[in-house]
């Protein structure tokens, strides 16, 4: 199914704007992440998809057909809601049953196809309790088996995993993208976790604000974001942004007239601040004083300071090296931006 | 708190908050109750100077042979089995459609509001001209149909319909607006989810309304089977102070109150309360069996 | 002025009085009591209305048993049996002459009599009478029927009209009552025999029956009172209470043409049962209160009092004297419609009280619903009540 | 369902006449039987009492209830169901029997002729107590234990947060209550026995008598009586419907 | 506040016990993570120290009180619930402002409070909405808020951060750190989140099945888990498992006698198995054929097949390089596990 979402406007009563002209394409079997801050609209978005919300102006066209006045069952949409709305009075196994009963689907076939996505969503011992009974993460399992059970035309996931802890998060969303990959189901996926969403997605929007800040498969956006915001969400950790005005000196290479005259900000990825080792890649060189270095896991951090900024860095190996030294900005990695945020391409560097 | 158990201190601490509805209804229904019930033993009783002659159960022989009793009983039988499922069966559809309604909500649900406050005499009093073999409304519509008009309130075989009619309407409101009071409780989502899960309208109210309704449903019936069962006032006043024609209205309470206030039995009255009573929690027992079957562990607390 | 007034109210004696007078009569009530306590200063009545007369029934039920009855309270003589087994009320024999009670309407008196003691004393009578609608009679080239005959006639004639000849009350126990009366079988006699089945009884009730079978007559139903049917103005007679002819009189439509009569007579003879309210004194309370409750009736019964509330409400004059006073005879100068009603005094009749009385009128309105609703013979229907009734005053002897 | 209503207030200005016998056609708006009515007996004291008691009697039973209801929900005691049961069973009992042993208690408290008689009997009531019980029921046990930690005890959080949850349940059951007292007829008849105390419905009587009624009259006053009713519900009106507040999700349009 | 558990025992009803005998001590003024799979007891176990439920058996005891049975509003709890629990009918800032009137602070106080609280979760525009109006992650903050602001002697929060976007998540949880330092509160704080956990917790505990598996400084846990449960759960990706008897072959070095008598399993964390390099930290040299490589951000993924395994590393550098290779295993990142999954010390590995 593809959908179609076109200038959707839509204000919640007494609040200001949030979507306003809001226009994209989901293609045919796609599974697209939505990534954006809290409060962006994700859920928002979902809704409209859903038909629980009808924009205030806009078409949502599933095949080219308009259904944006269309009822909800119409629509064969799988949902999990953020807050899982399980039916409290049904048990595990009815609540995953239940849209193949409203299928008319036979008792036993339903129980078995039941039984089947509980296994899939390790449910399977829990069968038999109620949504009271359950811890969080358990629930947002059944909303997950609910969700799949009847093959929609559209799966929407708000945040189907976010309870749950890493390795199940993995396993899970595994097997998301195996199933959609099967039926072909377009999917949307709400999601924070960035890993869910670069992991899987073949497409990531990014909101923010309401707006779509840029929409692009998982190695675009980090590798050629549009603009400074998506640079700054997507990355963990964070990029580093320094005013080009502090960094303007230190450049090994020549950059073009128009990006010197435009850029106003700079942003250098943690990963592409490397201990001091001059390559045909190597954009600048910062002088920077360590201020501390730890690890998480399998993960070297290294905070330092250069000018007035603390910068980030991941690719300084444990060190006991003297205090100041020079660090290498990788080409691959930085990026410059104008006033408004929007990036600016660098053009071929010259060394 | 969530499992603990009950103890000496939290007991003494719930039986402050209940004093006040306990030592009322002590007082002013256990009480009394406990007085009125045991009258119905008496026997040979004096029951302006309090003499009692012995105790026995001849009231409740003289009720199990009393005619006007046996057809009290009947009365009150086909009444409730005539009022209770349809007024509370009405009032549901009632409560959605006004639940679900856009437009004039308001102004519908004080529609229905008003019979509440209608005091019962005037209800009746224009029950009496609607029902009025002459100019009756209701013998209108059964012209348009084609059918014999019928002297509603004056031929037995249908003044107890009449009354179940009446009774319907009366119930009505004060069904509508606790069910419509509960309706909006249920969380909006579940509809949603059930919509998404393709569920249709009716589907919907059987696998979400209903179920999630079904405690005020409970409670509602429950009222309604209590209510009904004592049903007097409306008897009263749609015919007059009769027990409409030939007694084909006449229902226990009504035959309580004729035994006691007026033919001077207050053993007889008493003996029939009791009847009454169990009767009353027979057929609330068997409300909440029909309708309890289904529990479930609540986010909410384990009902009683 | 003011704080004098208060003490010679403190010293007065309080005389409750509980009444079931409402509306137009409860003023003219409110009326007499206050010139009563105008007219002396010993005693001050208090009269409290406690709604109709079964609501007040049921205060004095309730107010007994927990010994807060009033003074005074107007009820039925039929209750006195119930209240002097209780050992609620006292007779009035020590306060009122001999002289005093002889002045009493006889039929009036006779009912508040109980094992030789006066324990009521008549307040708000009234007789059933019969209303007519001039103008149908008129039409139909009717008179005004004086037997129970010419009334089923009156009924044939105007069934072929489309009319109906005769409206009773839901509780036309007094007309059946009347008809075995008129046949020289009370229902219930005064030494409690009853009558019910006898075969002149039976005979007596026939043509009503008959009536109520055929459609010539209707009762009441729902609308309990007759006079509504008979408003409608495609009634021809009416058998009601005298005592509704003031709401007859505010309720009929300008045009409407109608009149009172006795009565009709069976086989000759008529008899008429009084009903209405009695007054009666209770035990409790100071001697100086009974005093002043009896004092408070003996008011009443001057022939002034007596001729103001029968005038002013359409109760009947209750003593003797004040019927036949100039002014009275006056009134039903003016007011031609009561005239019916005063004149039945003479043929007047009050039913015998007994423990289980009101036992017996259920039973009996199960013979009047019978007839009128059933269509039940009225042989059989007079049997069972000849049965039932036994038992009632049987089971209520011992 | 209006029908009865609107015939109500037509009877009520209408004539006797036409109210006996509904022959007569409409012949003219008789406004003055309002003023008839309302100076055939002593409206304005019953409307004191009326209000005072059905104020004073409603309260009390929301109190009561409140409080049982959330003990019966919300704590954990000895005697729980029985207690609850025992409660729900008193709904049973035929009130009419229960009149004259309540006059005894009562005068025997010296109550009788005063307010208290009234309104302290009635301030339990066990239908109230068991809506407000199924409402209070249904409370997701999360709140409470969130305001329990916030450091609210019980009887702050029954006020605070409980009972603001519930306005909608409460005010249906309060409004259900204030008619039923509003309108109670027999009670207040039986334990006063002057005009002193006397409630409205007690003022209706005035225009019906063993002999027949004054429709008009009757009708006039008897909107008189339940008018503050329906503004009452007027009032609370808004009350029955959830808030925005409340609501987890309402639709925009549809 | 110190805090101590001791033999608990909890079942819920109708179910298998879930505490049994677990006992663990909480230093005063520590934060510490709480981490495990859906449904291992987390949110009891917080139920259990803020009174909500009562243990079958066994003391909770608070700086040497015992508060087993105390009520909750003694015990001073601020707590963030799964699902918010916020009062529905309460504005934002009365949800917020909420503990401080219980504790009957002036009004102007209470809501200076509240807005700067408000101001720290950045959720100052919400202020005046209703928690129906607000995202699943507005919700969550206002919850945060609440929990904070009344100065608790100890902080529960049960995934207090699930719903938000990374960049806030790690502002809130750098927030959540400096305020409980500055106030010194004891802190136990539920997440699925590793990074959570490993980058604020003073200690992690790791709870399974309701069973404690290693309560452990973040450094401890990720280099010396107690068991092969704690090595498997921390650590993203995942760390590989091998049968003891596929690698034994391979090792470079001798092996312990009791370490070769008892290991059954091999762990070996994926950035421990590098493009090959003899060198001293070296315990095995692994064949293997190269099955995928991909990035996700800056991580380079890299799938072989050992044997029957498929093994992830994130230490082998993008290549071209032919598909059969030798992998190096690190001893530092290489773990022994007996057949119970408990981890075998390896002592001195002899080259
Ligand atoms: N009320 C209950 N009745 C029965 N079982 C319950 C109840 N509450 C929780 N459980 C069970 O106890 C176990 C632990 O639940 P808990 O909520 O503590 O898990 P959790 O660690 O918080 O999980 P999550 O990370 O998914 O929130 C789960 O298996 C759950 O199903
Ligand atoms: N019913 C409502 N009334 C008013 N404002 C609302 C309502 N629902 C959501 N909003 C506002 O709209 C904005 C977008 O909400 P939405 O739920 O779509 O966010 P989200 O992207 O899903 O956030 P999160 O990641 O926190 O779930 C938020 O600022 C929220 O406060
Ligand atoms: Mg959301
Ligand atoms: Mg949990």
Same mark, same amino acid.
């Given at each position: 199914?593809?959908?179609?979402?076109?200038?959707?406007?839509?204000?919640?009563?007494?609040?200001?704007?949030l979507?306003?002209?809001?226009?994209?394409?989901?293609?045919?079997?796609?599974?697209?992440?939505?990534?954006?801050?809290?409060?962006?609209?994700?859920?928002?978005?979902?809704?409209?998809?859903?038909?629980?919300?009808?924009?205030?102006?806009?078409?949502?066209?599933?095949?080219?057909?308009?259904?944006?006045?269309?009822?909800?069952?119409?629509?064969?949409?799988g949902?999990?809601?953020?807050?899982?709305?399980?039916?409290?009075?049904?048990?595990v196994?009815?609540?995953?049953?239940?849209?193949?009963?409203?299928?008319?689907?036979?008792?036993r076939l339903r129980?078995?196809?039941?039984?089947?996505?509980?296994?899939?969503?390790?449910?399977?011992?829990?069968?038999?309790?109620?949504?009271?009974?359950?811890?969080?993460?358990?629930?947002?399992?059944?909303?997950?088996?609910r969700?799949?059970?009847?093959?929609?035309?559209?799966?929407?996931?708000?945040?189907?995993?976010?309870?749950?802890? *890493?390795?199940?998060?993995?396993?899970?969303?595994?097997?998301?993208?195996?199933?959609?990959?099967?039926?072909?189901?377009?999917?949307?996926?709400?999601?924070?976790?960035?890993?869910?969403?670069?992991?899987?997605?073949?497409?990531?929007?990014?909101?923010?604000?309401?707006?779509?800040?840029?929409?692009?498969?998982?190695?675009?956006?980090?590798?050629?974001?549009?603009?400074?915001?998506?640079?700054?969400?997507?990355?963990?950790?964070?990029? $580093?942004?320094?005013?080009?005005?502090a960094?303007?000196?230190?450049?090994?290479?020549?950059?073009?007239?128009?990006?010197?005259a435009n850029?106003?900000?700079?942003?250098?990825?943690?990963?592409?601040?490397? &201990?001091?080792?001059?390559?045909?890649?190597?954009?600048?060189?910062?002088?920077?004083?360590?201020?501390?270095?730890?690890?998480v896991?399998?993960?070297?951090?290294?905070?330092?300071?250069?000018?007035?900024?603390?910068?980030?860095?991941?690719?300084?190996?444990?060190?006991t090296?003297?205090?100041?030294?020079?660090?290498?900005?990788?080409?691959?990695?930085?990026?410059?931006?104008?006033?408004?945020?929007?990036?600016?391409?660098?053009?071929?560097?010259?060394? | 708190?969530?499992? !603990?158990?009950?103890?000496?201190?939290?007991t003494?601490?719930? +039986?402050?908050?209940?004093?006040?509805?306990?030592?009322? &209804?002590?007082?002013?229904?256990?009480?009394?109750?406990?007085?009125?019930?045991?009258?119905?033993?008496?026997?040979?009783?004096?029951?302006?100077?309090?003499?009692?002659?012995?105790?026995?159960?001849?009231n409740f022989?003289?009720?199990?042979?009393?005619?006007?009793?046996?057809?009290a009983?009947?009365?009150?039988?086909?009444?409730?089995?005539?009022?209770?499922?349809?007024?509370?069966?009405?009032?549901?559809?009632?409560?959605?459609?006004?639940?679900?309604?856009?437009?004039?909500?308001?102004?519908?649900?004080?529609?229905?509001?008003?019979?509440?406050?209608?005091?019962?005499?005037?209800?009746?009093?224009?029950?009496?001209?609607?029902?009025?073999a002459?100019?009756?409304?209701?013998?209108?519509?059964?012209?348009?149909?084609?059918?014999?008009?019928?002297?509603?309130?004056?031929?037995?075989?249908?003044?107890?319909?009449?009354?179940?009619?009446?009774?319907?309407?009366?119930?009505?409101?004060?069904?509508?607006?606790?069910?419509?009071?509960?309706?909006?409780?249920?969380?909006?989502?579940?509809?949603?989810? *059930?919509?998404? =899960?393709?569920?249709?309208?009716?589907?919907?109210?059987?696998?979400?309304?209903?179920?999630?309704?079904?405690?005020?449903?409970?409670?509602?019936?429950?009222?309604?089977?209590?209510?009904?069962?004592?049903?007097?006032?409306?008897?009263?006043a749609?015919?007059?102070? !009769?027990?409409?024609?030939?007694?084909?209205?006449?229902t226990?309470?009504y035959?309580?109150?004729?035994?006691?206030?007026?033919?001077?039995?207050?053993?007889?009255?008493?003996?029939?309360?009791?009847?009454?009573?169990?009767i009353?929690?027979? +057929?609330?027992?068997?409300? +909440?069996?029909?309708?309890?079957?289904?529990?479930?562990p609540?986010?909410?607390?384990?009902?009683? | 002025?003011?704080?004098?007034?208060?003490?010679?109210?403190?010293?007065?004696?309080t005389?409750?009085?509980?009444?079931?007078?409402?509306?137009?009569?409860?003023?003219?009530?409110?009326?007499l009591?206050?010139?009563?306590?105008?007219?002396?200063?010993?005693?001050?009545?208090?009269?409290?209305?406690?709604?109709?007369?079964?609501?007040?029934?049921?205060?004095?039920?309730?107010a007994?048993?927990?010994?807060?009855?009033p003074?005074?309270?107007?009820?039925?003589?039929?209750?006195?049996?119930?209240?002097?087994?209780?050992?609620?009320?006292?007779?009035?024999?020590?306060?009122?002459?001999?002289?005093?009670?002889?002045?009493?309407?006889p039929?009036?008196?006779?009912?508040g009599?109980?094992?030789?003691?006066?324990?009521?004393?008549?307040?708000?009578?009234s007789?059933?009478?019969?209303?007519?609608?001039q103008?149908?009679?008129?039409?139909?080239?009717?008179?005004?029927?004086?037997?129970?005959?010419?009334?089923?006639?009156?009924?044939?004639?105007?069934?072929?009209?489309?009319?109906?000849?005769?409206?009773?009350?839901?509780?036309?126990?007094?007309?059946?009552? =009347?008809?075995?009366? *008129?046949?020289?079988?009370?229902?219930v006699?005064? $030494?409690?025999k009853?009558?019910?089945?006898?075969?002149q009884?039976?005979?007596?009730?026939q043509p009503?029956?008959?009536?109520?079978?055929?459609?010539?007559?209707?009762t009441?139903?729902?609308?309990?009172?007759?006079?509504?049917?008979?408003?409608?103005?495609?009634?021809?007679?009416?058998?009601?209470? &005298?005592?509704?002819?003031g709401?007859?009189?505010?309720?009929?439509?300008?045009?409407?043409?109608?009149?009172?009569?006795?009565?009709?007579?069976?086989?000759?003879?008529?008899a008429n049962?009084?009903?209405?309210?009695d007054?009666?004194?209770?035990?409790?309370?100071?001697?100086a209160?009974?005093?002043?409750?009896?004092?408070?009736?003996?008011?009443?019964?001057?022939?002034?009092?007596?001729?103001?509330? *029968?005038?002013?409400?359409?109760?009947?004059?209750?003593?003797?004297?004040?019927?036949?006073?100039?002014?009275?005879?006056?009134?039903?100068?003016?007011?031609?419609?009561?005239?019916?009603?005063?004149?039945?005094?003479?043929?007047?009749y009050?039913?015998?009280?007994?423990?289980?009385?009101?036992?017996?009128?259920?039973?009996?309105?199960?013979?009047?619903?019978?007839l009128?609703?059933?269509?039940?013979?009225?042989?059989?229907?007079?049997?069972?009540?000849?049965?039932?009734?036994?038992?009632?005053?049987?089971?209520?002897?011992? | 369902? +209006?029908?009865p209503?609107?015939?109500?207030?037509?009877?009520?200005?209408?004539?006797?006449?036409?109210?006996a016998?509904?022959?007569?056609?409409?012949?003219?708006?008789?406004?003055?039987?309002?003023?008839?009515a309302?100076?055939?007996?002593p409206?304005?004291?019953?409307?004191?009492?009326?209000?005072?008691?059905?104020?004073?009697?409603?309260?009390?039973?929301?109190?009561?209830?409140?409080?049982?209801?959330?003990?019966?929900?919300?704590?954990?005691?000895y005697?729980?169901?029985?207690?609850?049961?025992?409660?729900?069973?008193?709904?049973?009992?035929?009130?009419?029997?229960?009149?004259?042993?309540?006059?005894?208690?009562? !005068?025997?408290?010296?109550?009788?002729?005063?307010?208290?008689a009234?309104?302290?009997?009635?301030?339990?009531?066990?239908?109230?107590?068991?809506?407000?019980?199924?409402?209070?029921?249904?409370?997701p046990?999360?709140?409470?234990?969130?305001?329990?930690?916030?450091?609210?005890?019980?009887?702050q959080?029954?006020?605070?947060?409980?009972?603001?949850?519930?306005?909608?349940?409460?005010?249906?059951?309060?409004?259900l209550?204030?008619?039923?007292?509003?309108?109670?007829?027999?009670?207040?008849?039986?334990m006063?026995?002057?005009?002193?105390?006397?409630?409205?419905?007690?003022?209706?009587?005035?225009?019906?008598?063993?002999?027949?009624?004054?429709?008009?009259?009757?009708?006039?006053?008897?909107?008189?009586?339940?008018?503050?009713?329906?503004?009452?519900?007027?009032?609370?009106q808004? $009350?029955?419907?959830?808030?925005?507040?409340?609501?987890?999700?309402?639709?925009? !349009?549809?």
């Open positions: 199914m593809e959908v179609n979402l076109k200038h959707l406007n839509l204000t919640y009563p007494g609040q200001q704007p979507f306003q002209n809001l226009t994209c394409t989901l293609a045919d079997g796609e599974l697209v992440a939505l990534v954006g801050p809290s409060g962006s609209g994700k859920t928002t978005l979902l809704n409209v998809l859903a038909g629980i919300l009808t924009p205030d102006a806009g078409q949502v066209v599933f095949d080219g057909t308009d259904v944006t006045r269309a009822t909800l069952q119409r629509r064969n949409i949902m999990v809601f953020q807050d899982y709305a399980l039916y409290p009075h049904l048990s196994l009815d609540n995953i049953a239940f849209p193949l009963k409203m299928a008319h689907v036979k008792k129980y078995q196809r039941a039984r089947q996505l509980a296994e899939l969503v390790a449910i399977t011992p829990q069968l038999a309790k109620y949504p009271a009974q359950l811890s969080g993460g358990q629930q947002q399992r059944v909303a997950l088996a969700a799949l059970i009847k093959q929609p035309a559209v799966l929407l996931l708000d945040e189907p995993l976010s309870n749950l802890d *890493a390795n199940l998060r993995v396993a899970l969303r595994t097997m998301i993208r195996r199933i959609q990959r099967q039926t072909h189901v377009t999917t949307v996926f709400v999601t924070h976790d960035q890993n869910d969403a670069l992991q899987i997605a073949d497409r990531i929007i990014v909101l923010n604000h309401g707006k779509i800040q840029q929409m692009a498969t998982t190695t675009e956006l980090y590798q050629r974001p549009q603009n400074q915001f998506v640079a700054q969400f997507i990355g963990q950790p964070r990029i $580093n942004l320094i005013p080009m005005t960094v303007r000196p230190y450049f090994a290479v020549q950059l073009a007239p128009t990006l010197l850029a106003v900000t700079v942003g250098i990825r943690p990963e592409a601040l490397e &201990s001091a080792t001059t390559t045909a890649t190597t954009l600048a060189q910062l002088p920077v004083r360590l201020v501390a270095q730890w690890s896991g399998k993960e070297q951090l290294t905070t330092v300071q250069f000018a007035q900024t603390t910068l980030i860095s991941t690719a300084v190996p444990a060190t090296q003297p205090l100041t030294t020079t660090l290498a900005v990788r080409a691959n990695g930085c990026y410059f931006f104008d006033a408004e945020g929007n990036r600016l391409e660098m053009g071929v560097p010259h060394a | 708190m969530l499992n !603990s158990r009950p103890t000496v201190r939290s003494l601490k719930a +039986l402050l908050y209940i004093a006040p509805l306990l030592v009322i &209804s002590l007082a002013f229904t256990f009480w009394p109750l406990l007085e009125a019930f045991a009258m119905g033993f008496y026997r040979h009783y004096n029951f302006y100077l309090n003499q009692i002659g012995s105790l026995s159960l001849a022989q003289f009720l199990w042979h009393d005619a006007a009793f046996q057809l009983l009947r009365n009150t039988l086909i009444f409730i089995i005539g009022v209770v499922p349809v007024s509370i069966g009405l009032a549901l559809l009632l409560a959605l459609s006004l639940h679900h309604a856009r437009h004039f909500a308001k102004l519908l649900q004080t529609i229905y509001f008003l019979p509440l406050v209608t005091s019962s005499v005037a209800i009746a009093i224009v029950w009496r001209w609607l029902f009025s002459e100019h009756g409304g209701l013998n209108g519509w059964l012209a348009i149909i084609n059918r014999t008009p019928v002297d509603w309130l004056n031929d037995p075989r249908y003044s107890l319909l009449a009354l179940i009619i009446v009774c319907i309407w009366h119930s009505l409101g004060l069904n509508i607006i606790l069910l419509l009071a509960s309706l909006q409780q249920i969380d909006r989502r579940y509809y949603l989810a *059930a919509q998404l =899960d393709g569920a249709n309208s009716w589907q919907q109210f059987t696998n979400v309304t209903w179920p999630l309704l079904t405690p005020m449903i409970l409670l509602v019936s429950i009222n309604a089977v209590i209510v009904n069962l004592k049903v007097f006032d409306q008897v009263y749609l015919f007059n102070g !009769s027990a409409g024609p030939a007694n084909a209205d006449l226990l309470m035959y309580l109150y004729q035994k006691f206030y007026v033919e001077d039995q207050p053993t007889i009255a008493a003996a029939c309360g009791i009847v009454l009573f169990g009353t929690v027979g +057929l609330t027992l068997g409300t +909440l069996w029909v309708l309890r079957r289904h529990h479930y609540q986010r909410g607390w384990s009902p009683s | 002025g003011c704080g004098q007034q208060r003490t010679s109210q403190s010293t007065r004696v005389v409750t009085f509980w009444h079931g007078m409402t509306g137009h009569n409860k003023t003219v009530l409110q009326g009591v206050q010139d009563f306590n105008r007219s002396q200063s010993t005693y001050r009545v208090v009269a409290n209305g406690q709604g109709t007369f079964s609501n007040l029934q049921q205060k004095i039920m309730t007994a048993k927990s010994k807060t009855l003074t005074i309270a107007q009820t039925s003589y039929t209750n006195v049996p119930n209240y002097v087994k209780g050992g609620l009320i006292a007779p009035f024999n020590t306060d009122l002459s001999a002289k005093e009670l002889a002045g009493i309407q039929a009036f008196l006779k009912a009599q109980y094992q030789g003691k006066q324990y009521a004393l008549p307040f708000s009578k007789v059933r009478i019969m209303y007519y609608n103008r149908l009679l008129k039409q139909l080239n009717l008179k005004v029927p004086t037997t129970w005959k010419a009334v089923q006639h009156v009924g044939q004639v105007a069934q072929q009209h489309g009319l109906t000849g005769l409206a009773l009350d839901r509780a036309y126990l007094g007309e059946l009552n =009347d008809l075995a009366h *008129a046949a020289g079988q009370p229902l006699t005064t $030494n409690l009853v009558n019910a089945a006898a075969p009884t039976v005979d007596a009730v009503l029956a008959h009536m109520l079978k055929t459609g010539t007559a209707k009441a139903g729902a609308d309990n009172y007759g006079n509504v049917r008979f408003l409608k103005g495609r009634t021809v007679l009416y058998c009601g209470s &005298s005592a509704a002819l709401l007859i009189q505010a309720s009929a439509p300008k045009n409407f043409q109608w009149g009172t009569t006795q009565t009709p007579s069976y086989q000759g003879q008529r049962c009084v009903a209405g309210n007054l009666v004194r209770f035990k409790t309370g100071t001697k209160q009974r005093q002043g409750g009896a004092a408070f009736i003996k008011y009443l019964l001057q022939n002034r009092q007596t001729i103001r509330w *029968a005038t002013q409400t359409g109760y009947l004059p209750v003593t003797t004297a004040a019927a036949t006073t100039a002014s009275y005879q006056r009134y039903l100068k003016k007011h031609p419609k009561f005239k019916a009603a005063a004149s039945e005094l003479k043929t007047s009050t039913d015998p009280a007994f423990l289980g009385y009101s036992q017996y009128l259920t039973a009996l309105q199960t013979t009047a619903d019978d009128a609703v059933k269509h039940v013979a009225a042989a059989t229907t007079l049997n069972k009540l000849q049965q039932t009734t036994e038992t009632i005053i049987k089971t209520n002897q011992n | 369902m +209006l029908l209503f609107i015939w109500m207030v037509w009877a009520s200005v209408q004539t006797p006449t036409y109210t016998t509904l022959t007569t056609p409409f012949s003219d708006w008789h406004w003055q039987n309002y003023l008839t309302w100076q055939a007996a409206f304005g004291r019953y409307y004191l009492n009326s209000i005072i008691v059905a104020l004073a009697t409603t309260t009390g039973q929301l109190v009561t209830s409140i409080l049982a209801a959330f003990a019966f929900t919300h704590l954990r005691f005697g729980r169901r029985i207690l609850f049961n025992a409660l729900l069973v008193t709904m049973m009992v035929p009130g009419e029997l229960l009149l004259i042993p309540n006059f005894k208690t009562l !005068s025997a408290l010296h109550w009788v002729d005063h307010y208290a009234l309104i302290i009997p009635w301030t339990a009531s066990v239908f109230m107590m068991f809506t407000l019980h199924q409402a209070f029921a249904a409370q046990r999360t709140t409470y234990y969130a305001a329990r930690l916030d450091g609210a005890s019980d009887w959080y029954l006020w605070r947060l409980l009972v603001p949850m519930n306005r909608t349940v409460i005010t249906a059951v309060g409004i209550q204030l008619i039923s007292t509003w309108n109670a007829f027999m009670w207040p008849l039986i006063t026995n002057t005009d002193r105390l006397r409630t409205l419905p007690l003022g209706l009587l005035t225009f019906s008598s063993d002999i027949g009624t004054n429709y008009p009259l009757l009708m006039a006053s008897t909107v008189l009586v339940i008018a503050p009713l329906i503004i009452i519900y007027l009032f609370v808004k $009350n029955l419907i959830l808030g925005i507040s409340q609501v987890k999700w309402h639709e925009k !349009s549809h």
